[in-house]
């Protein structure tokens, strides 16, 4: 059977879409090629030393940047951990892990991972932790290692010398534990003064090109990296004041920055040439008290203070609702937390404050608190150069004085934090601390030098400690509400303000699906997530359930279909749908 002249005509039309269409999926597909080789990324950052995990840097800002060039055995993607340098693996029972490692990996020098580099790396970072440096993203659990050793070239077993609940071994030991290069580091005695262009070595998805102190990291795409090739060929971290961000940001020198409230953030919240992801980071400005000294090492007198505060000022002052959470008191989870207990509150009142601090014998006249002696009280609150510190101080001041006390306040710069407090010279001081943002992660260390409370003994902070790492999910939850209890009678700080922070980012340039987890707090990975740097692993969905029984491997790299492939797809069915259909009906 022939066609005539019009059947013809239609079916060469129907190819001719086709084709038109099929031009347009091409074009689809590479300006997405496109949009995932980006030249050049700069990320505001702070100088955090050289970038080697044995410097001894105390603070979490490192802890990412380590993340650039050295892997761990799992990792966080935006739905769960997931294996990394593992391919999988099973727990024999209960205190024995074998883990199975990925074939094929390298590191940046050309030389192939196995078993042997990882039983190095455990037993070289318990070694550094325990003779040279406390490194504080293992020190938790370092030496609760038994013994590590290597099956065969791919095979690694790992027995604890306790029973550890599955979920703090993924998340806060396999996720934590950065590999290193044996062939490297087994000669270095000195780990912290390792600063040769080896000891920047890793099988991360970026090599570090150059660290210029003060002013910025340089990498360059690791393109043989096992997860696939980055999407930014040269990542530049560069070291910008925080008063100059916005400068920066607005002039294009940097693509990313942190911001620690809503208040500075907001000159760029509402230009559509940027976009942003808010999250709490479970940290806290602070008002800490050395109870070393007299009268902050009476609980009643701090109880009072906590009274005093007036903590709606402070929220109010810093933006309301968009720049954070207020919390009544001493509590020390946050807010936004679902493990939160506001029961744990003191709520504002000037006469219960009044009221306590006359039973302790000081009296309150013509707007001053007296002590025995007929003198005023007065108070030195030592504040850090930050903004939002000074700007609570004054609050803080301020409702000091209408309790009679009279204050002083001393500027410190913020890098001596934690020295001042370590060493004890202050009577209150501002500080920021990490808080208890989740039961996965206890990283309020009373013993620790960033959360140190002069005079400060409770061992019944410290037993929760202990035990809290080794209960089960649903214990620590138990113990994580005591822990909020002995705080709030005890009143060692008193926590004033919950910051909002803002990672605003340039949203022209085509890096977006940045994320955080409120259970993977502060440190790894926080904000900064090394996935999104990695094509086709931006929405990586394949993840481990929190099991005894094993994992699964990482999905392949390849990427899935993009909306801008999908769309035309569409175009073309729906076009063909409707030619067919018009020439049925016209040709009845």
Do not use: C
Not at 220 to 227: G, K, M, P, V
Not at 408 to 436: D, H, V
Not at 486 to 514: H, Q
Not at 546 to 557: D, Q, V
């Amino acid at each position: 059977m022939y066609m005539d002249k019009y059947e013809f005509r239609s079916y060469l039309s129907i190819i001719f879409i086709i084709i038109f269409s099929l031009s347009i999926i091409s074009t689809s597909t590479s300006l997405i090629v496109h949009a995932n080789n980006i030249q050049e990324y700069v990320i505001a950052w702070s100088d955090v030393g050289p970038p080697q995990p044995f410097t001894g840097y105390p603070f979490g800002p490192i802890f990412p940047v380590l993340t650039l060039m050295f892997d761990t055995l799992a990792w966080y993607s935006k739905n769960g951990i997931v294996p990394l340098l593992a391919e999988s693996w099973n727990q024999l029972n209960s205190t024995t892990w074998i883990i199975k490692l990925r074939k094929g990996v390298m590191w940046q020098d050309g030389k192939p991972l196995t078993a042997e580099d990882v039983v190095f790396s455990i037993n070289y970072t318990k070694y550094v932790n325990n003779n040279i440096i406390p490194i504080w993203w293992v020190n938790q659990w370092i030496n609760l290692v038994k013994s590590v050793k290597a099956i065969n070239n791919y095979t690694v077993e790992i027995t604890f010398n306790t029973t550890i609940p599955t979920d703090v071994v993924l998340m806060k030991i396999f996720t934590n534990m950065f590999i290193i290069p044996k062939h490297i580091w087994e000669n270095v005695s000195n780990p912290r003064s390792f600063t040769e262009a080896e000891a920047y070595i890793g099988t991360g998805p970026y090599k570090l090109v150059k660290y210029e102190p003060g002013v910025e990291y340089v990498f360059t795409a690791n393109d043989n990296y096992f997860l696939g090739k980055p999407i930014v060929q040269t990542l530049i971290l560069k070291v910008v004041p925080t008063t100059q961000l916005i400068e920066y940001m607005m002039m294009g020198e940097v693509d990313v920055a942190l911001f620690s409230s809503y208040y500075d953030a907001k000159p760029l919240l509402g230009n559509p040439m940027f976009n942003y992801t808010e999250f709490g980071a479970g940290l806290a400005y602070v008002l800490v008290f050395n109870l070393n000294k007299y009268p902050f090492n009476m609980t009643d007198f701090r109880k009072a203070i906590a009274y005093a505060i007036n903590y709606t000022a402070i929220y109010e002052k810093l933006g309301k609702a968009a720049a954070g959470w207020t919390s009544v008191g001493p509590n020390i989870v946050p807010p936004y937390s679902p493990y939160y207990n506001d029961s744990y509150s003191y709520n504002y009142s000037l006469d219960k404050a009044i009221s306590i601090l006359e039973s302790l014998g000081y009296k309150y006249i013509n707007g001053k608190l007296l002590d025995k002696n007929g003198n005023q009280l007065f108070v030195t609150l030592t504040v850090p150069d930050d903004p939002i510190a000074e700007t609570i101080s004054l609050i803080v001041a301020h409702d000091l004085e209408n309790v009679g006390i009279g204050v002083t306040i001393k500027s410190i710069p913020s890098n001596l934090r934690t020295q001042i407090l370590s060493e004890g010279n202050f009577e209150i001081m501002i500080n920021i601390y990490g808080g208890l943002l989740s039961p996965y992660q206890w990283s309020f260390n009373v013993k620790g030098s960033v959360h140190y409370v002069p005079g400060y003994n409770s061992t019944k902070l410290l037993g929760i400690e202990s035990k809290a790492f080794l209960s089960s999910y649903n214990e620590r939850i138990k113990l994580l509400n005591e822990f909020q209890a002995i705080v709030a009678n005890d009143v060692p700080i008193i926590v004033l303000f919950w910051p909002k922070f803002y990672w605003v980012y340039n949203s022209e340039v085509g890096i977006a699906g940045w994320f955080f987890d409120p259970k993977y707090e502060y440190g790894p990975p926080w904000i900064l997530n090394k996935l999104v740097l990695i094509e086709g692993q931006q929405s990586m969905t394949n993840t481990t359930t929190l099991t005894t029984k094993g994992t699964t491997a990482i999905p392949s790299t390849s990427q899935s279909p993009s909306l801008s492939l999908i769309v035309p797809i569409i175009g073309v069915v729906i076009v063909i749908i409707g030619f067919i259909a018009w020439r049925y009906i016209f040709k009845r």
